[in-house]
């Protein structure tokens, strides 16, 4: 399988699924409870794995992708979403996560951001904006919203400062609003508190950064402002499965 976007989801939700269009890009869908047999030989450039209310076999093998395709992004899509099951899932290795029923137009843009990236860098990060597919102006659905807090500015400044210590009053100031309404919008269109995101974009970091030349595990550690390195490596294992140095040898 070359080349294509691969989706596993339930016999019953396939037809939705052929209604997204991805260009030139081929498109192939397996039954969720198939999943074992297209993961012998899966070379597809992205994966929407689709996991209904089955929460715990959904997590289990978006882990087993991972530890399989370590470089291949993943969409997690689910019928619940709550903070544990979105934070069990990007800890499990998932690029994106939507909460069912999803917009068509929304799944196909985020899939052709990243299937973008793919082409252009082979899954190297090159700004959260851009590898979830995300239009800074579509964050809200209202204009009242967008100034009520600034959400794009505020995940940009987190971006541009991930060395550095970030406190949650500083984030807030940066998007004009109190720390309350920050945590607010942040949870219901991110779908995580704004520190946690810190964690998960910096995390994110790291792993661009292990994926060049040889960098020190404690050099990386700082660059992305955590300069406790037997801490990075505890939260980097605990969040991807994998020790940094694990990590780095399954990019080679």
């Known amino acids: 399988m070359k080349h294509m976007v691969l989706i596993i989801a339930?016999?019953?939700?396939h037809g939705f699924y052929r209604t997204l269009s991805f260009g030139q890009k081929s498109m192939e869908i397996y039954p969720f409870q198939r999943i074992s047999d297209c993961m012998k030989n899966c070379q597809a450039d992205i994966i929407l794995l689709d996991c209904n209310y089955e929460l715990e076999s959904g997590l289990?093998?978006?882990r087993n992708i991972k530890e399989l395709w370590p470089t291949i992004p993943v969409i997690f899509l689910a019928d619940i979403s709550f903070e544990e099951v979105i934070l069990k899932a990007f800890k499990n290795g998932a690029r994106d996560f939507f909460k069912k029923p999803v917009s068509i137009r929304e799944l196909?843009?985020?899939?052709?951001?990243l299937l973008k990236i793919r082409r252009k860098s082979k899954e190297t990060r090159s700004g959260f904006m851009k590898i979830r597919g995300i239009d800074p102006k579509k964050l809200f659905r209202k204009k009242s919203q967008l100034q009520s807090v600034n959400l794009h500015k505020a995940i940009r400044f987190i971006d541009e400062n991930l060395p550095n210590?970030?406190?949650l009053d500083t984030v807030a100031k940066e998007a004009n609003t109190s720390r309350y309404h920050l945590c607010r919008?942040?949870?219901k269109h991110v779908g995580i508190s704004p520190m946690k995101f810190v964690t998960y974009m910096r995390l994110e970091k790291a792993k661009e950064l292990l994926g060049k030349s040889d960098p020190a595990i404690s050099a990386v550690a700082s660059k992305v402002g955590l300069n406790d390195t037997s801490s990075f490596v505890k939260l980097f294992k605990r969040f991807t499965g994998m020790t940094p140095t694990g990590y780095k040898k399954s990019l080679k």
């Open 185 to 187: 919008f942040f949870k």
């Open 165 to 167: 210590v970030i406190h």
């Open 60 to 62: 289990t093998s978006l």
């Open 108 to 113: 196909q843009d985020t899939v052709k951001g």
């Open 10 to 13: 339930d016999e019953r939700d």
